[in-house]
Nanobody, 121 residues
Framework: VQLQAFGGGLVQAGGSLRLSCTVA????????IGWFRQAPGKEREGISC????????YYVDSVKGRFTISSDGAGNTVYLQMNNLEPGDSAVYYC???????????????WGKGTLVTVSS
């Protein structure tokens, strides 16, 4: 399985960014693909994922109503639309996947390289 994240950058508070994760070799219908982030000095946190089988989604409370995860029909690309960004959203964002959706939030098996998101106040 190969994951690659794109789309990070510098944006002002209140602005938007869309991250993309290209996915190759992920054939697990009961699995999930999504996004973790890690800010300097903070724990890594899973913020959103989407289940391959039925498109069910998960969001951590801090991003609900601001971020939207989606995928293309074939599941080859997963997007994270981030609106109304706050300085606290600044972090390295990682695309991650696991064969089982229930395991995704605990410890995904597959990781891509991160992309940096910086939100200025």
């Amino acid at each position: 399985v190969q994951l690659q994240a794109f789309g990070g950058g510098l944006v002002q508070a209140g602005g938007s960014l869309r991250l993309s994760c290209t996915v190759a070799g992920f054939t697990y219908d009961d699995g999930a693909i999504g996004w973790f982030r890690q800010a300097p000095g903070k724990e890594r946190e899973g913020i959103s994922c989407i289940r391959k089988r039925d498109g069910a989604t998960y969001y951590v409370d801090s991003v609900k109503g601001r971020f939207t995860i989606s995928s293309d029909g074939a599941g080859n690309t997963v997007y994270l639309q981030m609106n109304n960004l706050e300085p606290g959203d600044s972090a390295v964002y990682y695309c991650a996947a696991d064969r089982l959706d229930s395991r995704w939030i605990i410890s995904p098996s597959f990781w891509g390289k991160g992309t940096l998101v910086t939100v200025s106040s």
